[in-house]
């Protein structure tokens, strides 16, 4: 479920990202009023924990699904306290192993270490109720917990994807980002982790908390390290989480506004509407440039496929002159002074 | 298997020959473990790229002596433009810019570009195929799947004509081309860069010190219980022999998890012992210091002029 890099456009990313921050804000505050030095290597460790378990095979007849672990971790430590643990380990994934975007990551942890562990747990708190830990109830609770948790979270990604063709198009109409709209997407990533992935993590999560329950059963009583009162109500319980959502809906329609072109492909013109003055010098290079290829077309094709492919071809290695030889002559410099230096 | 003793004839060893033969019979158990073979692959994969960026870290090269702060935020500034451009030359150029810094930062050219562009980028590729075709992307045909068709199965009717566009294909070329470079900047971020120093940088953008110092722990610990793990998939692969199901396989899956966890909380009150021995009072220690020599201004010149040639091209083009 981690969503690659460049799939999801910055219009899309960066808000999440933005939606994030107070996310994160607010699970350490919530985290902290119960945090004495203790829990700094405990959250670490689980974040290791959960970063490790999202590597486990789980075998579903000849082939394996992975597992998320999320709601696992969420009944084990609290929702809060696991929204820091899955984001952490998200945030190395994407840094170190490229698993997932970097830019991409509010994204998947909006996904992963949100509304999985949130769904997940409040799920599984409404339906286990104040039954005892062994209880068929409080299993069937886990089960269903972890089942919408991981559906939900696979139902925003697919939103995600689905929503970029419906906003981002280029001039000649095609999609800029991803391409598969809502009607397919959300059908292919639901069918994928409600009839397989979901009824694996279920399981898988039930087991393993079954297994705690039995042979180290102090985890599960005094040492969630946030423990949520029952008493707040449903909007405060939620708030952050509202926030974030509606952070979410505010800053998309920026990212909108801004796309009334792509980016970067501003002509003259519109560069002059944009700022108000074209830099003269730039207009010279333009004009220099279109003397060296005249009668050139570019966002319809209309030059067609070879003449096109020439354009590409020539301005691509032009471009990889210039910056192979402002990247080579530099990098001599620094390593000469650096070994001057030492 | 003739006799107990007999030998291979074409290798003069003492080796039986039900040694050398294929595990063709244990095919079945193969089977049966392919989800602990592909979860050690995993596990062991995290310390494969660790050694490797070990030993990137540590040779000369261009990367290598930029302040992990302006790197950290320079090669930030080319994931968004990667991100942000609708340029197909514009990603050509970056993707050769990761190459070439690749190369200037002395790292291994064949592992980059197995790591990074055999997987990803062209499994994107081949899965966005269908997005080429007519039925998303309008544009001039490249070629034509089929033409003049009336066909109607079961109350569907298919459209007349199917062809994948030139557009079309452009647009899926950029998107397996955007995935790659992004890729490629952030491994040239990892490969030249300890994680401890990121996560000093990290700091220094004013992230909380107290998840600067969870980011330290979980990447030192993430080795160790990995490490855990894969030993416990080792051990069961070793002792499953006859037939297994997959509810017991699932099973311990679960209880494997549960049982990291067990440990993973035993440890995490050991360590918490170890560091307040140590005189730890809530909050990490960095011993990095960032200063910026002329490596580093000659690297922010040199991306700026970068940028502009970048700009230019968009602009003109």
């Known amino acids: ?342 | 298997m003739k006799t107990k003793h007999s030998q291979n004839p074409k290798q003069k060893t003492n080796i039986p020959l039900w040694m050398l033969k294929g595990n063709g019979q244990y095919a079945n158990i193969q089977k049966q473990t392919n989800f602990l073979i592909k979860t050690v692959k995993e596990l062991s994969s995290i310390m494969q790229n660790e050694i490797l960026s070990e030993k990137f870290v540590k040779s000369k090269g261009y990367l290598q002596m930029i302040n992990p702060l302006i790197k950290l935020l320079t090669l930030l500034v080319f994931i968004l433009i990667c991100s942000l451009t609708k340029s197909l030359i514009t990603l050509i150029l970056l993707g050769f810019i990761t190459v070439s810094l690749a190369k200037l930062s002395a790292l291994n050219l064949k592992d980059y570009f197995k790591r990074i562009w055999i997987i990803l980028p062209l499994l994107v590729f081949v899965f966005s195929i269908p997005a080429s075709t007519s039925l998303f992307s309008k544009g001039v045909p490249l070629f034509y799947i089929y033409k003049g068709l009336n066909l109607n199965i079961a109350g569907i009717s298919l459209p007349t004509e199917l062809y994948i566009s030139f557009s079309g294909l452009i647009m899926i070329l950029k998107m397996s081309l955007r995935i790659g470079v992004s890729v490629s900047f952030a491994y040239l971020l990892i490969m030249t860069t300890r994680w401890s120093s990121i996560t000093h940088a990290f700091s220094v953008l004013r992230v909380p010190p107290l998840i600067v110092t969870i980011f330290n722990m979980t990447y030192r610990y993430i080795f160790i219980l990995s490490k855990i793990a894969a030993e416990m998939m080792e051990a069961r692969f070793l002792r499953t022999v006859g037939s297994t199901g997959g509810k017991s396989n699932r099973s311990f899956m679960a209880s494997r998890m549960s049982i990291l966890f067990i440990k993973a909380n035993f440890l995490s009150d050991e360590i918490y012992n170890a560091m307040r021995c140590r005189g730890f009072c809530g909050e990490g220690v960095s011993l990095y210091k960032f200063k910026i020599g002329k490596a580093d201004l000659l690297w922010i010149a040199n991306n700026i002029l970068i940028l502009i040639v970048l700009f230019l091209g968009e602009l003109l083009t």
């Open chain 1, 1 to 342: 479920m981690h969503i690659p890099e460049g799939y999801l456009s910055p219009q899309t990313t960066i808000p999440a990202i933005a939606a994030m921050v107070p996310l994160w804000a607010i699970a350490l505050n919530k985290v902290k009023k119960t945090l004495n030095h203790k829990q700094i290597p405990k959250l670490a460790l689980c974040a290791a924990f959960s970063f490790v378990i999202m590597m486990f095979n789980v075998p579903l007849g000849e082939s394996s699904v992975h597992a998320v672990g999320a709601v696992f971790v969420a009944i084990l430590i609290g929702p809060w306290a696991a929204c820091i643990a899955v984001s952490v380990a998200l945030i190395i994934q994407a840094f170190v192993f490229g698993d997932g975007g970097i830019l991409a990551i509010g994204a998947n942890c909006f996904n992963m270490a949100v509304v999985m562990p949130f769904v997940g747990y409040y799920t599984y708190k409404l339906i286990a109720g104040k039954s005892k830990f062994e209880s068929k109830r409080n299993m069937l609770g886990i089960f269903l917990g972890s089942y919408l948790g991981l559906n939900l979270a696979a139902l925003f990604a697919a939103v995600e994807f689905g929503i970029q063709p419906l906003l981002f198009r280029g001039i000649d109409g095609n999609p800029l980002y991803g391409y598969y709209p809502l009607s397919i997407s959300v059908p292919v990533m639901m069918a994928e982790h409600s009839f397989f992935a979901g009824p694996i993590e279920g399981i898988i999560t039930v087991a393993a908390i079954a297994y705690i329950a039995k042979f180290a059963p102090q985890l599960l009583s005094n040492n969630t390290i946030q423990k949520t009162s029952a008493k707040e109500s449903f909007f405060t319980t939620y708030k952050p989480v509202i926030l974030g959502i509606v952070t979410l809906v505010l800053l998309s329609p920026i990212g909108l506004i801004a796309t009334g072109t792509a980016w970067g492909e501003w002509g003259a013109d519109e560069l002059k509407e944009k700022i108000g003055f074209i830099p003269q010098g730039l207009e010279k290079l333009s004009e220099i440039w279109n003397a060296w290829l005249p009668d050139y077309s570019m966002p319809g094709f209309e030059g067609g496929f070879l003449s096109s492919s020439a354009f590409y071809i020539a301005s691509a290695i032009i471009g990889i002159l210039l910056v192979a030889s402002i990247t080579y002559i530099t990098s001599k410099i620094a390593m000469k002074e650096q070994e001057s230096e030492n």
